[in-house]
């Protein structure tokens, strides 16, 4: 198990930088340390995410210790219950046995707080990417709320696979940090700037829908003091701030995505697997159904304010 340094880290106030700790641009000392046990820990391969979970209403002591250990490592766990039949209330069971109970019951979500992400025959999911087959490009969840709606927190269980396609990728948000950050620090005081980047309001028919949202690209969360990401790789409708240094920023997140070394986790769900995840930086490729065969991608994704117990 990995120094509860790395998820934990303290020499600060919760939130705040003045005080120093890893994640400060000016603490050099506290970064150090962090990021030498981080590296230590991180995981060497996908199958080292893994873990059996025999009936997610019903975890085991062993099963939960091994989803944290994981998520402690790499801040992702790759779940796999086979012969299990998997509803969406057990999802709603399985999160709270890891301390997830704060559902985020957004625009789309079921009365249960739980999104069907599948190709939709119209009406307002229609209109958003994850509800079509094309690709998703790089992103953590809920980069456009409020801060008290920040996500921390998101699972995905696949009920049905598509024909063709659907595999995701992703990258742990602290490991782009270590990246950044030898980079240099100036990257990462662009991006913790509180006006770093802009999601602006939606707006349908008139109507505003959600609100203009400002903030951070790396914050440190209020509640559990580990960094946080709130990024998106769209081209349109956001704005960066209007710096040389973010610009750079940006260029470079870009391009270690991209990189064929960095450490990116990719993977295609199939029926009965899932991710549990700290809300780390995710994408998916395009994909085809073929209903005909009865292969049509079926996806619950629940979205929590809170984070993984003990991470």
């Known amino acids: 198990m990995m120094n509860d340094s790395i998820a934990r880290p303290g020499g600060r106030t919760p939130g705040s930088l003045s005080g120093g700790g890893p994640f400060d641009p000016a603490d050099h000392l506290a970064y150090g340390r962090w990021r030498e046990a981080k590296l230590s820990g991180f995981p060497g391969s996908i199958d080292d995410l893994r873990v059996d979970v025999e009936d ?46 704060r559902l ?20 307002r999911t229609g209109e958003y990417i994850p509800y079509t087959d094309r ?15 920040t996500i921390r927190a998101m699972l995905l269980h696949c009920v049905s696979a598509a024909a063709q396609g659907g595999e995701n990728a992703l990258m742990d948000h602290e490991m782009l940090y270590i990246a950044l950050r030898d980079a240099g ?12 980047l802009t999601i602006p309001a939606n707006t349908q028919d008139g109507e505003v829908i959600r ?17 946080h990401m709130r990024y998106t790789a769209r081209g ?17 997140i870009g391009r270690i995505l991209d990189a064929p070394d960095s450490p990116i986790f990719r993977y295609r769900l199939r029926p009965g697997e899932g991710i549990l995840c700290n809300n780390v930086l995710h994408n998916r490729t395009g994909f085809r159904d073929d209903r005909e065969s009865g292969h049509r991608r079926l996806v619950y994704r629940a979205r929590f304010l809170d984070r993984v117990a003990e991470t």
């Open 104 to 123: 985020d019951e957004h625009l789309c979500a079921e009365e249960d707080g739980i999104s069907q992400l599948q190709v939709s025959e119209g009406g």
């Open 211 to 227: 609100p203009e949202r400002t903030g951070p690209v790396f914050s440190v969360d209020p509640v559990s003091s580990a960094l």
């Open 185 to 196: 620090s100036r990257y990462i005081e662009a991006l913790m700037h509180p006006e770093a």
């Open 56 to 101: 997610p209403a019903s975890v085991t002591a062993a099963e939960r210790s091994a989803l944290i250990e994981r998520i402690r490592r790499a801040n992702i766990a790759i779940y796999r219950c086979d012969g299990a039949a998997v509803d969406r209330d057990a999802l709603r069971r399985f999160g709270q046995a890891l301390g997830l109970w």
């Open 236 to 252: 349109r409708n956001i704005r960066w701030r209007d710096d040389p240094v973010t610009a750079e920023a940006v260029a470079l």
């Open 135 to 149: 690709p998703l490009s790089w992103h953590c969840d809920g980069y456009y709320n409020a801060p008290d709606g």
